[in-house]
């Protein structure tokens, strides 16, 4: 019986010590790549690409080479809040980058094109991405309040089947997220490739953008980093139970 229990508790010790471990990785991860992204934009925002284009002519420039007359430009406020709208089917631009001559503006929107470009040619990750939006919305507003309820009435069977199901509803999330991958990183690629081949930016400013760019795919990828120990946090939590 003695031994039992020192075994237990070395066993109950080193759970603990993985939840640990895990519970200031999700912590200590996103800090680093959100300095990664920040600190890169802003060092190669003050780099002004020779042709002194602006980001959003060269928005233009590349939708229109790509035949999406149709797809407008919009300035939109905030700080690296970029995106492609398919719905309005509208590229719009940050503060930081709509009207600025700067390497890393001048990437970004290139990528936020790319994504315009994967909708118009039917890219195959960006259209399965596209039609989880709606299931991936309801699971990640659904999954913590299921697992919440069900970790309270724990002590009950429909308590552990709560449990089990927000977790699975939570490996929805983490298939949207690997999903996202490919879609960002295609755009990106997309972006330096149009860069370079249509001489927007020189032969010496080529990887200052890509540093800018890669620096915010890892933003994907520590998310999805995240959302892992996140779901291995969550297995813990019940075999603690």
Known sequence: MRVYTTYSTRSNDVGYGIYLIIFLAMMILPLIAHFNVTSTFKKYSAVRNSRGLTADQVARMILDANGLYNVSIEHIRGNLSDHYDPKANVVRLSDAVFG???????GVAAHECGHACQ???EYKPILIRSKLVPVTNFCSYTWY????????????????????ISIILFLAV????????PCEFNASSR???TL????????????QARKVLTAAALTYVTSLVVSVLQLLRLLLSVRRR
Do not use: C, M, R, W
Not at 100 to 106: C, D, G, H, P, R
Not at 174 to 181: E, K, R
């Open 174 to 181: 983490i298939v949207f997220q690997i999903v996202t991958l």
């Open 145 to 164: 309040i299921l697992f919440f309820i069900g970790a309270a009435l724990s002590q009950l069977t429909i308590g552990t089947s709560l449990i089990y």
């Open 196 to 207: 370079e081949q249509d001489n927007i930016l020189e032969t010496a400013e080529i990887p």
């Open 119 to 121: 909708h118009a040619e």
């Open 100 to 106: 600025q001559t700067s390497v890393a503006a001048i």
């Open 191 to 193: 972006a330096l490739k």
